[in-house]
């Protein structure tokens, strides 16, 4: 039986003024716009990988609990290069973390999404 489902095409990402977002995510992140729907205020953004990020316009953004919330993961080749870049661009950033296996640290989108970014050390 072939597969049905081909692994995930975006993340959608609540925001509550889409505009700001897009510029925050295209300036910091570097992301490139895929498709943007006025209508409907929602804006698919490249990430470089396989899966997307769609930053969708809502009037009811809620706060987000970091213990409980879903977030993408980014992968990074240099997560302390990453969150130095992110802290002088003035992006909130908590602390860089590791173990034996893995660099990361979280950081905040303008309306408090959660983000990470993750590094894989090499073996």
């Given at each position: ?54 930053l969708w316009e809502s009037e009811s953004v809620s706060a987000v609990n970091k ?57």
């Amino acid at each position: 039986m072939p597969h049905l489902i081909l692994g995930i095409d975006t993340i959608i990402l609540r925001v509550s003024d889409l505009n700001n977002s897009v510029d925050w995510y295209t300036n910091n992140l570097g992301f490139d716009r895929l498709f943007e729907d006025k209508d409907n205020k929602l804006t698919v953004l490249d990430t470089h990988g396989p899966t997307s990020l769609t930053l969708w316009e809502s009037e009811s953004v809620s706060a987000v609990n970091k213990n409980s919330a879903c977030y993408p993961i980014f992968k990074t080749t240099d997560a302390k290069q990453l969150r130095d870049r992110l802290l002088t661009l003035g992006v909130s950033s908590d602390e860089l973390q590791e173990d034996d296996a893995i660099r990361f640290f979280n950081f905040y989108d303008p309306d408090g999404n959660i983000l990470e970014a993750c590094e894989i050390k090499a073996e």
